[in-house]
């Protein structure tokens, strides 16, 4: 099974929301939480747009691959409301 992890920036501490693709995610149903990592049981992917897709693009031919956004919503330490977008998606080693 191939699974994705995603690693915390500084600074978040539970509790957090965890949002794939704009939907937010069940702690233990949807992720797991390993150490300063969050583990899902299913592959997660960034689009990277090379130049030549992106010339592609600029001429209105649509090129489309799987490009998963993973966000998380925390409280800061001083109590204000923070947001880390687009995580760097990784997957899990054996």
């Known amino acids: 099974m191939a699974r994705s992890v995603v690693r ?3 600074g978040v501490r539970e509790p957090f929301e965890v949002y794939v693709n704009g939907v937010l995610q069940d702690p233990s149903i ?3 939480v390993r150490g300063d990592a969050l583990v899902f049981d299913r592959e997660l992917r960034k689009d990277r ?3 030549w897709r992106w010339a592609l693009g600029a001429w209105g031919v649509g090129t489309y691959r799987q490009d998963d956004s993973v966000d ?3 409280t800061r330490d001083d109590g204000m409301p923070a947001v880390a977008e687009r995580l ?3 997957a899990e080693e054996a």
């Open 49 to 51: 747009v090379s130049g």
């Open 88 to 90: 760097e998606i990784a």
């Open 30 to 32: 949807d992720f797991d």
């Open 72 to 74: 998380v919503r925390w």
């Open 8 to 10: 915390l920036p500084a």
